[in-house]
Each structure stands twice: as C-alpha cells, then as structure tokens.
C-alpha cells in the first residue's frame, strides 16, 4: 500500500478523534498534521490493518494527550465495579445513540476524555479491553470513563429534552 493509500485510509479516524480530544477544527487540523508527519518521518512498517489502525489511534491520541496539557484533569471519582458493568449493559443506550441523529452534536458538550472514548467503542467497535491497550490505560479505567461519559451524555440529553 502505498503511502497516499494509508493516509487517505486512515485520514478519518485521525481526524474524528482528534476532533473528539481537542474539540477545536484548529486544533484537530494541528494533530492531523503532526499524526501523518509522523507517519511521513518514521515510516513504520505495519504487520496488518488492525496494527496500522492502532499505531493511528495510538499516535492520534498521544499528540492530543501533549496538546492538552493546558486542561485540568477532570474530576474523579469512585464508581464500583458493579455500578459500570450495570451501566455498560444498558441496551437502551446504544438504541438511543442509534435512534438520535445529533449524536455528534451531544457528544461535542462531552470532556475530551469521555468522547473519544465513547467514539471509540460505539463508532469503531472496540472493547473496553482493546481501548484500554490502544489508550494505555487500564481496563478498569477505560470502563470508568464510558460509563462516566454515557452518565455525562444522558444528563445532556435530558437537559436538551426538558428545554424543547
């Protein structure tokens, strides 16, 4: 494959959570760049597509990670493990995200940290145990952080609710 190949194959994925972490065009145009410089400069070579994918995101979201520097960390708190697998297992989430056209339009009210993660696993599929391997974080953590931002969408679509 050659390289215009790989970028226009993986151009999506970059921007979307760059997009997800910074929340700015400007920015996410900035980590864009800097990914596929990357990419440019280092020449990797990629065993298969899931570990191109994975070098992309890893990349994508270290280069956020820099440029987010400047934010506070989000609050956090201790949420037991009984209460994220409740909330992970609600099917009404996922028919809710299907059902709403302005998924993306909620998503951008989100703390970086709960959008890309969310985007990761209901945009692209992943499992709470491949997000934590790509992020690296751990499994536990990478749960916390769904069901704290599935908490965190609820809420905002509640509030967009009772508003109309």
Known sequence: MTEQEIIDQYSTVVRVLALARTQRTCDADDVYQEVFYRYIDKKPTFRDEEHARAWFIRVTMNVTKNMQSRFDNARRSDVDEEMIEQMLS??????????????????????????????LHFDCGYTAKEISRLLGKSEIAVKNLLAHGKQQYKKIMMERNSML
Do not use: H, I, T
Not at 97 to 110: G, K, M, P, S
């Open 90 to 119: 609600d099917d009404d989430f996922m028919e809710e995200v299907e059902r709403r056209a302005d998924f993306e339009e909620l998503l951008n009210q989100l703390n970086p940290r709960y959008k890309a993660v969310l985007m």
